[in-house]
């Protein structure tokens, strides 16, 4: 049986090279502030790579995606071990955008923060007398950069956006920054209007883009799990303060706490942590993952 070895390792997923497709396994390592935490958080992997499934599943008739497959039995025999099983994805391969597309449909975290201090979220100037986590009068969007691991993201404007796109695809900068963004806009729409009828709230969240062979843009990484969205509970909805969360908000608000923690989390904030991403799937796709 060939071995594989990760081609590239993020804060969370693997990602090994098949040849033709790439395989990426979401871990149960979990990050905060741009550092991984020194504990697992076990079966976090499996909700990650299944609830991007689901969302992937319900998004394809406004953008095709990256999936191919979460069946390891689809996989070369390698993959075909428990440690890999509903973890993993086979995906597209794809020449990635380096930009992280950020959408914002209620107030709060590092927006709530800018707006209290000047009326605006990454340079967008919003109206006055919003409260902590009020809906905002329509989504935003507030693209970043991508960092390397231990790096901050950097938040950037539309316009510098397309300069980043320039220049790395001369004469598509352009054309790739409406199209991330539109699309960004769209799938936050059709997937926060869903998930409100499932008894969520999607604050916020990010996408990312890539290319394929065609030169089409296509949805790639993950989408719209608790590691880059911030989900709420609908019920008890009160703006004017924060918001219980199903996603590692739990985990921030714990480290900043706890700023002597070592970024080490005793095992209550672990297990309530992988209590809180099985609630939210379970609650968005109505099943169970066991």
């Excluded at 975290?109 to 809906?135: F, H, M, N, Q």
């Excluded at 001369?170 to 926060?192: F, M, S, V, W």
């Excluded at 869903?194 to 030169?215: R, V, W």
Aim: hydrophobic share 35%.
């Amino acid at each position: 049986m060939k071995e594989y070895m990760p081609v590239k390792e993020g804060k969370v997923r693997e990602i090994y090279d098949t040849g033709e497709s790439l395989i990426m396994v979401a871990t149960d390592r979990i990050s905060a502030f741009d550092v991984i935490l020194k504990n697992q958080v076990t079966g976090k992997g499996a909700v990650l790579t299944q609830m991007s499934k689901f969302w992937f599943d319900l998004t394809k008739d406004i953008l095709p995606n990256h999936m191919i497959s979460t069946d390891t039995a689809d996989m070369p025999a390698f993959f075909q071990q428990e440690r890999f099983e509903k973890r993993s994805m086979l995906c597209r391969k794809l020449e990635m955008l380096p930009i992280e597309c950020i959408v914002r449909g209620y107030i709060t975290g590092s927006g709530w923060a800018s707006y209290k201090k000047d009326g605006t979220v990454c340079g967008i100037k919003l109206p006055e007398g919003l409260r902590e986590c009020d809906k905002l009068p329509e989504a935003i969007y507030t693209p970043s950069t991508k960092a390397e691991i231990g790096d901050h993201d950097e938040n950037i404007s539309y316009e510098k956006s397309i300069e980043v796109l320039e220049k790395q695809f001369p004469g598509h900068g352009e054309e790739y920054a409406r199209t991330i963004k539109d699309a960004t806009l769209a799938l936050y729409r059709k997937c926060a209007d869903y998930a409100l009828e499932k008894g969520i709230i999607i604050a916020d969240t990010k996408f990312e883009f890539g290319l394929d062979e065609e030169g089409h843009v296509v949805i790639g990484d993950e989408m719209l799990t608790p590691d880059s969205s911030r989900f709420w509970p609908l019920e008890g909805y009160e703006p004017g303060h924060g918001q219980p969360s199903f996603d590692k908000q739990f985990v921030r608000d714990w480290l900043k706490a706890n700023p002597d923690s070592d970024y080490d989390l005793p095992q209550e904030v672990i297990d309530k942590t992988i209590e809180k991403y099985n609630e939210a799937y379970e609650l968005l796709t109505g099943e169970r993952l066991v």
